[in-house]
């Protein structure tokens, strides 16, 4: 499983076990699987789909400016503005 | 002596100013909880943010074309002292012991001949600082409730520091606020924000970000993008830490002030008991020797 972190300035949002998460990098959207590379971006204000499993619907987090780390802990967004 | 009345109504002031300082430590302490609660949640945006900024910084070779928020104007001729306190005052020492730290910077780089700016967010810092320094006062924010700040406006504060730092206002602004450790200590603190300081190799040790990392975009895009945005968030955070800092202070101080009143009651109340018999005793004497006389 991949630990999947999303920090804003006010709160830490979410800090869970998933499957994979996709972000919306400015260069374009990635995919993060456990094991990946590490790796850094930033991000464009658009959605973020975290997948549970491997099947079924992701769950989308519409969020606003930032960056997002991938390194041996994980993956870690930090949005500036975080919508649902 | 005082006469019985006036020691009567003394003792009722003395308890309705109890009564507010009471009520007001409750509120407070309430506020505080939120604070505290809040200034905790963004401790780990501030702190990653600031461990990726290093370990990018540490990266990327300070040149003629680095963002200038990084390498700075190569100059330390002009400081700005950005102080952030609050604009409401019954907090104990809160707002004196951050402006005293900024004054005593302050009153330093004067000596060492620099050029001193002062830029502040809260009125009860400005005032302070006002009658040393008037006339190096900048700009002065007036951000009302600290605890209803959002990130908006931390960021349009920043913008507003670095934009200034763009047309070349400065060269060095440090940032002075209270740093909330427990209800009963802050600890005023300064930090250098432009240009961004970097608490070198064991950032980027803790960070795991290793050689092997792929930046999108390059380096050098990236730190530009992420540097405006670390001023905001720690300017941001120092908000927080203030607004916690402050509401601490303000529970400690009116916590004494209901001690006190509580002391100043029982010692009045029994002056007001002395004097009061006092009198019944006068009254009997007299009556007494009225009564032998006959």
Redesign the interface.
């Known amino acids: 499983m991949l630990h999947f972190e999303l920090v804003t300035p006010e709160k830490l949002v979410r800090s869970e076990e998933v499957y994979m998460v996709t972000v919306p990098g400015t260069e374009g959207d990635f995919g993060v699987l456990q094991g990946h590379a590490p790796f850094m971006s930033t991000v464009r204000d658009g959605n973020l789909s975290i997948y549970r499993t491997d099947k079924g619907e992701p769950e989308t987090i519409r969020i606003e400016g930032g960056f997002a780390e991938v390194n041996a802990k994980g993956l870690t967004v930090l949005a500036e503005k975080v919508e649902g | 002596m005082a006469s019985l009345k006036a020691l009567k109504i003394r003792i009722g002031s003395v308890k309705s100013t109890q009564k507010i300082t009471k009520a007001m430590k409750m509120v407070a302490a309430a506020k505080l909880r939120r604070a505290q609660e809040?200034a905790e949640?963004?401790r780990?945006?501030?702190q990653?943010?600031e461990a990726?900024v290093a370990s990018?910084a540490g990266k990327v070779r300070v040149s003629e074309s680095s963002p200038r928020l990084l390498a700075g104007t190569g100059k330390d001729q002009v400081h700005l002292l950005v102080v952030a306190t609050s604009d409401k005052g019954l907090a104990g020492a809160f707002n004196t012991n951050i402006a005293r730290l900024a004054r005593k910077h302050a009153r330093d780089l004067v000596a060492a001949g620099k050029t001193v700016k002062i830029y502040t967010i809260g009125r009860k810092g400005r005032g302070v600082l006002n009658r040393e320094f008037r006339a190096n006062m900048v700009h002065g924010i007036e951000p009302g409730d600290l605890g209803k700040l959002s990130?908006a406006d931390?960021?349009g504060y920043a913008d507003d520091i670095i934009a200034r730092f763009e047309a070349g206002e400065y060269d060095v602004a440090t940032l002075f606020y209270s740093n909330f450790k427990s209800v009963l200590t802050q600890e005023p603190t300064a930090q250098q924000i432009v240009p961004v300081s970097i608490p070198e190799a064991a950032a980027a040790a803790e960070?795991?970000?290793?050689a092997?990392?792929?930046?999108?975009?390059e380096e050098e895009e990236?730190l530009a993008?992420?540097l405006p945005?670390n001023v905001a968030?720690q300017l941001?955070?120092a908000i927080r830490e203030n607004a916690a800092s402050e509401q601490g202070s303000k529970m400690t101080a009116m916590d004494n002030a209901t001690r006190n009143a509580g002391d100043l009651i029982k010692r009045l109340s029994i002056q007001y008991n002395r004097a009061r018999q006092a009198a019944i005793t006068t009254e009997l004497v007299e009556i007494i020797s009225g009564a032998e006389a006959l």
Do not use: C
């Open positions: 809040a949640a963004g780990p945006y501030a990653r943010l990726v990018l990130f931390a960021r960070t795991g970000v290793s092997a990392t792929e930046y999108e975009p990236l993008d992420l945005r968030i941001y955070r």
